[in-house]
């Protein structure tokens, strides 16, 4: 691997987090979702004033990964309802885990999948669930070469529109 830094993020990376989450969520679902409704998400979701919230969120724990002191990647992990399809009541989400364009492909994907399954081990909680769009089968495939299986679907907003996740665990 190349040298790579992964480390639980602090308030301190709030504007470089939010402008990461920003960007690599247009460059995976962009060119696949109307222009509208795509800038209106990010700009709500991943505002600084919204990143600042999920970070002091006890829920919630994030993962930076840092190449050259720049963030480059991220994970976020979320006790949060369980659908009935997971079937455990000691399950915690991933919610996100992103990677720079370039950086994909590099293994970085998996260190932030190893360092939040870690923490969820950490916490006691038995499954790791994760909400993935049907559509994105880049991801479908790298979480199912990581042991995800499908067990059921849930439903995303984009603007006006309902997409289809499927729940892995």
Known sequence: MSNFLIRKASTDDTDALARLAKQTFLDAFERLNDPKSIRAYVRKAFSPAQMSKELLDDSSTFFVAEKDNKLIAYAKVRSTVVPHCVESAKATELERIYVEQRFLGTGIGRMLLDAATDAARTAEHDVLWLGVW????????????????TVGTKVFMMGPEEQRDLVMR
């Open 134 to 149: 049907e559509d994105n089968p880049d991801a479908v495939a790298f979480y199912e070469r990581c042991g995800f299986e």
